[in-house]
């Protein structure tokens, strides 16, 4: 027995191309790994090896990358919605930031208010956001953790 964890998110009416998805397997048994690498091998090239404790890791790490990503997305839109402006606006920002993410450290590439310490444009969004004391809050906690992870590089 074993793990066979391709990692991606699934939508039923779209195709995907196993080709370029990475397939996780995990085996306490030799035999049971060398099986499945071998079968996820005739699907991709991205097969990795990981542990219980890396697939967890990892299922964090892709809900921050995945379901995270797209609720924020979500938030945005709404707010779009709420000021009256096209959310397709932000169409081509969202793809060159997915762009840059594939060249570089996301750390190395962060940008914004929260990044610079500009503390007057904090207070100018948060006023911004006055009708929706959760989106206020996202964004506290979101500028906070951006000013963390500076501090801790």
Do not use: W
């Not at 048994?29 to 990981?50: F, G, M």
């Not at 890396?54 to 790490?61: D, F, I, M, P, S």
């Not at 930031?97 to 914004?112: C, H, M, S």
């Amino acid at each position: 027995y074993g793990i066979f964890y391709p990692l991606q998110t699934f939508t039923r009416t779209k195709l995907l191309d196993f080709t370029t998805l990475p397939l996780c397997v995990h085996s306490h048994h030799k035999k049971d790994l060398q099986y499945l690498e071998t079968v996820a091998k005739t699907l991709t090239n991205k097969v990795y090896r990981i542990t219980d404790k890396q697939r967890e890791a990892l299922h964090v790490a892709a809900i921050f990358t995945n379901n995270f990503t797209n609720h924020l997305l979500g938030v945005a839109n709404d707010i779009c919605e709420i000021k009256d402006v096209p959310f397709d606006i932000l169409r081509p920002l969202m793809q060159e930031t997915l762009a840059k993410v594939q060249q570089f450290d996301p750390r190395d590439i962060q940008t914004g208010p929260a990044i610079r310490g500009d503390e007057k444009t904090i207070k100018r969004h948060l006023g911004l956001l006055d009708e929706n004391p959760h989106y206020q809050e996202l964004y506290k906690q979101l500028s906070n953790s951006i000013q963390d992870m500076r501090k801790s590089k």
